[in-house]
């Protein structure tokens, strides 16, 4: 589990892809958020959780699924491009953002941005199945990074989105800071949402059969 606290900017090495085995192995650097990191053991990068295959003089390499090739921005990774990491939050840690689960739910891309003179407002698309779970005032994360929803579309908006608010801080420690119009961002939404609807579906399911017996 981790928070969406970001701990550090990774710098991708390369994106080497196994066709084969319908993979890749990508390596970064992470010379403090892999200090400690053992074989085996998690982190997340850009939101997308990985395990570690090898980790050695500040770099880190990682499997890569083919179906997180392609459900992530992860598979459009280049050497020299940016990455935000957060290790695995140890058990008794902090709970400073929320629950993140590295699961990334779909990817978004950034709509418009305006700078607000101490903060900046962010305004992402987000794909329609995804929209029903974004809630003002909600958690959200962004690139692995966690953040408070602003404002939300209109349940029958043509095209769905969602907005965040970025602090200074956020915006020179995060890659959030950096990013244009058009270009895209890994998503996951708060998983808490994803449970109600599926208890409620089950709920629905038994009611219905319950009055069908009557």
């Not at 650097?29 to 997308?48: F, Q, Y």
């Not at 990491?85 to 993140?100: I, M, N, T």
Request: negative net charge.
């Amino acid at each position: 589990m981790f928070t969406g606290i970001i701990t550090e900017r990774g710098t991708v090495d390369s994106l080497v892809p196994h066709p084969e085995t319908d993979s890749a192995v990508l390596t970064f650097s992470a010379p403090a958020t892999g200090k400690d990191l053992e074989l085996g053991g998690s982190i997340a990068v850009n939101g997308v959780c990985l395990t570690a295959v090898a980790v050695e003089g500040g770099l880190v390499s990682v499997d890569v699924m083919g179906e997180t090739l392609v459900r992530t921005t992860t598979g459009a990774l280049s050497a020299g491009m940016g990455v935000n990491l957060e290790r695995c939050v140890p058990a008794g840690g902090r709970l400073d953002g929320h629950v993140v689960q590295g699961h990334v739910d779909g990817v978004g891309s950034l709509l418009e941005r305006e700078d607000k003179g101490d903060w900046e407002r962010l305004r992402f698309a987000v794909p329609p199945a995804l929209a029903r779970y974004i809630a003002e005032k909600g958690s959200i994360a962004v690139d692995g990074v966690s953040l408070t929803v602003t404002a939300v579309s209109p349940a029958d908006a043509q095209q769905h989105w969602f907005e965040v608010g970025l602090i200074p801080t956020t915006l020179a420690e995060t890659g959030l800071g950096l990013k244009e119009p058009g270009e895209n961002v890994n998503l996951e939404v708060d998983v808490l949402a994803k449970y109600a609807e599926r208890l409620l579906s089950f709920a629905n399911t038994a009611a219905a059969a319950e009055g069908g017996r009557r």
